[in-house]
């Protein structure tokens, strides 16, 4: 029992960690401090990462973000980013660069 109580402990505060991170890199890229990453402010960012467009396309496309006819959709808020881009770009033994490959 208190080997499962233990590896809990653990992988919440391995959660938490991630968590803070992610935030970290969200506020970073939110440029007008509104919670939401518009189409534009994570296309930017992705571009100045060095991603080429083929990639920027299809993480905005995992984010949900699309901008049909020069008009861009809603952001994303934080646990959307959590959850649809931050898994690309968190630090890793693989490059943010090959993941978006998969």
Known sequence: QDVIESLNMHLHDADEAVRREGRQLFCALDLDGN???SYME???AL???GFVQEEIDLLL???GLTCDD???SHGIDFEAFLEGIWPILAP???S???RVKR
Do not use: Q
């Open 35 to 37: 919670g939401v990453l």
């Open 42 to 44: 994570l296309h930017t």
């Open 47 to 49: 571009d100045g990462l």
């Open 61 to 63: 496309i995992r984010a």
């Open 70 to 72: 020069d008009v861009p």
């Open 92 to 94: 890793g033994e693989e």
């Open 96 to 98: 943010p660069r090959d």
